[in-house]
């Protein structure tokens, strides 16, 4: 007789966990990026213990956009591969992985690489109706996070790295 495992989260969060690291195997780069994923995320969702107001200076210039243009291919594929380490990593983390974090995570990166990016932040309502939050992030004509259901959501606030001021000139 097999015995089901007495926390079933655990089994899948091993095996998950032992694919992300025969990925790492397979390419020192990867596991260094995914690496570097983990700890966004993690600090990431250390700064959600503090008050938004104390951590939206660290984001970006507020009420300000980048540039909708395409990016030269050897970046776009670095964001791509930023994005993809982030959305892996995030699946291994046992800490709760949501929008705002993912794309707080996404930044940090971005940040360390002089890459401009625009976070959105938007608030609509969830299939019971209720208020919900969500958080995308593009740079350039790329949305890296929460793209799939940004739609369902009205743009409250953006912040942006490396862009122009929709207040004025």
Request: net charge positive; glycine share 6%; hydrophobic share 45%.
């Amino acid at each position: 007789m097999r015995r089901s495992p007495a926390m079933p989260g655990l089994s899948r969060a091993s095996a998950r966990a032992s694919r992300a690291v025969r990925l790492l195997l397979d390419r020192p780069d990867t596991a260094a990026l995914l690496a570097e994923a983990w700890l966004s995320l993690a600090w990431s969702r250390l700064l959600l213990l503090f008050p938004f107001r104390r951590i939206a200076p660290m984001i970006g210039i507020p009420r300000s956009e980048t540039e909708w243009r395409e990016h030269p291919r050897e970046l776009a594929q670095q964001i791509d591969r930023i994005a993809d380490a982030v959305r892996i990593a995030s699946r291994i983390a046992w800490w709760e992985c949501k929008c705002l974090v993912r794309a707080l995570a996404v930044i940090r990166m971005l940040k360390r690489r002089g890459i401009e990016y625009t976070l959105y932040l938007g608030t609509g309502r969830d299939e019971a109706g209720r208020l919900a939050a969500h958080a995308w992030l593009r740079s350039g004509s790329r949305f890296i996070t929460g793209a799939e259901e940004r739609n369902r959501f009205t743009v409250v606030g953006m912040y942006a790295a490396f862009g122009r001021s929709l207040d004025g000139p």
